[in-house]
């Protein structure tokens, strides 16, 4: 089937008007905040109902063309990139909130609604519950970034992303409708299990697998008193033990790690060059939350026990500052008062390029893969902006590299992806494992993933998509 | 930020962008800028480990990283002592708990504290 044949076949399914195909109209879908190559496709399809999203898997089986879906178009690592000839099925149309299970602590909700737009509702409904949120912008997906298995912050206490989700509707390859997790038997969305974990086959698979069409974001309760605190920390090494220790304490809602590198970009230094011997390498960000003013003044209590322990073991740390002193000092601290929120030092800055080496990775390796990332960007030439944050208690943590660069450059954009090839090597042979894994990385840790399972999702792909519909570019692990 | 400059931006640390932050702020008032246009000398700051040099001339500030040869005064504490001492708690009282030490000229630092301090209507 041609373009033109395709483009008409869409439009039945979907009305012209949601079927995007001059170039102009394609540019936003071409490129994504990293150094990938801008991809065009061939079109953009913009389905707002779940039979939609069946006509379209239909319609592609028939022609031959395969299908990335795609949200706000906030993306890394190339994942909402169609191949040559593809199809980006847009699903921000499909952006309603379904229900809010109050009781049972879910927000049933489609694949298009974004952070800002559930915490909106909340609040005007009033609804005495808590979502978790990323450092991504507020107009950006919950149903994808849980897809992706990101994190937010309260994956400390609640692990990341993939494992807040209650259950999940999706279309199928085959154009069939499945209900993972407890909606397979139950009325109500409450959990992955405990059925077969058949949601799994749709997180981290990059939509591979198929279109999620409906997903239950879970929720939880909102303590009434919540003090938000930073604390500067002149090596980072005691800032990752702190990380560890305030985990075991389990005394903080969150507790996360930004090298000296963002707080400077907070002041409007675009590209800080070096540190000065003298100032904090860390910053530790913390958030403690309380029924009562009593519980929270116990948890502040036994937080400041423990930054004197560090002090008395002669570790130089600064006292920790409140959100709202901070503010004070500097209006622009206010982006990081709530959630979520738009840094535009990372998405807005002239440049427009923004890549980092995501992974998740054990905590008693942060100081080594640290020493690693800051020798690498280093040599680089990239001031080392880093972002961690432990996870689930501390069983694990996220440890981000992240660079700013000027994406018409293209001599930056290509050592910037070298840069982040030896990053992902050195995470790697750590033991960490890139999370949102751009094809690139694919490529590079194919050979080091067990034979096996990398033969078991050959296998599991091949049997949900025979006709390799889905998302080509993504998890396309090479042949022997 | 017209007459405040931060010599070296990209290498400047993060006491000097604080102040240079704050004062900027402050000098959108009148009576601030008249402040700051009779000012003249140099003040050394030292905040934990971190050192600036605020070198105010012809109604201008300049922020360099480290210290200057010809100091007028200086001002030392901890990172905290000098945020509360910007955000308004004594001065006095934290001088003579000892967290913040003065050294020099004692007139020239009580004539730029006020460009020091965080106005709420700034």
Redesign the interface.
Known sequence: MNRDALKQRFEEILGAEHVISQPPDLEPYTTDYTEEDPRPPALVTRPATVEQVQGLMAAAREAGVSLTPRVSGSNVGGLALAPEGGVVVDLSRMNRILKVETDDMYALIEPGVTWEQLKAHLLEQKIPLRMGYPLSPPDTSIVANCLLDGLGNLSMRYGSMGDWIGGLEAVLPDGEVIRTGAPALSDLWFGRGPLPDLTGLLVSWQGTTGIVTKMAFQLWPEPPHRQRLFI?V?DRNIAFRAMRDLCRLQICDDVGGLS?TT??ML?G?Q??????????EFFLYLDLTGQNPRELELRLELLNNYLESLEAEGH?L??P?DIK?LV???PEFNKLADFPTRLEFLVDHPGGGLSWVGTYGPLSRFEAYGDAGVEIMARYGYPPTMVSRPMKGGHFGVMRFISLFDKQDDQERRAVRQMNEELVDAGVKLGFIPYKTPPWVVDRIQAQLNPAFVETMRRVRRAIDPDGVMAPRCWAFKEK | MEHVSID????????G??L???IGRNLEQPAQMKRLSKAKGNIIVHA????VSLCFSGGKLTIL?GSVAEANASVSG???SL?GM??GRGMVGMVLAGRIKIKGNPFLLLKIKPLLM?S?SA
């Open positions: 500067l002149y000296w707080g400077k002041f230094v590209k800080p060059a070096e540190r000065d011997p003298g100032e904090p130089q600064e006292k500052l002193t004070r000092l500097n | 070296d931006l990209p290498r400047m640390n993060l006491l962008l604080f240079g932050n704050i934990g480990t971190m050192t990283r901890t990172m905290d945020m910007a955000l965080v709420e």
